[in-house]
């Protein structure tokens, strides 16, 4: 499977050259990303955007098969006013765990209504 079909089924869809993702339908209404440490190279350690074990866990509030548009989304509890989320909003410095949450609907609504 592509790397894109990966991020795509998440909701995610991350921009090169930038630390930040758009958001997109998540396919799963519950999923985990686990980070392994053993994946992060050791030039890693010192960045303190980067923690290794780390876990993103994705939530989409009402989702179904007629419910397949995000009309608003939280990082960890703060409610996203854009449809894009940067990297230190799902990860502050020194944080191990993220949650990134959706709230879907079955018809398309102004994104943060």
Known sequence: MS???VWAYLGLYP?????T???GSPFFANATVAIPAESFRAADASDP???AGATLQ????????SNIYAYAAAANGVKLATAYVNHT???PAGT??????FWMTDAPQPFGA
Do not use: D, F, M
């Open 15 to 19: 921009i090169a050259g930038l630390e």
């Open 96 to 101: 191990a765990n993220a949650l990134l949450e």
């Open 21 to 23: 993702y758009a958001l």
């Open 3 to 5: 790397a894109w079909a």
């Open 58 to 65: 994705i939530i989409a509030h009402n989702a179904s098969a």
């Open 49 to 51: 955007r980067v923690t």
């Open 89 to 91: 909003q799902l990860w």
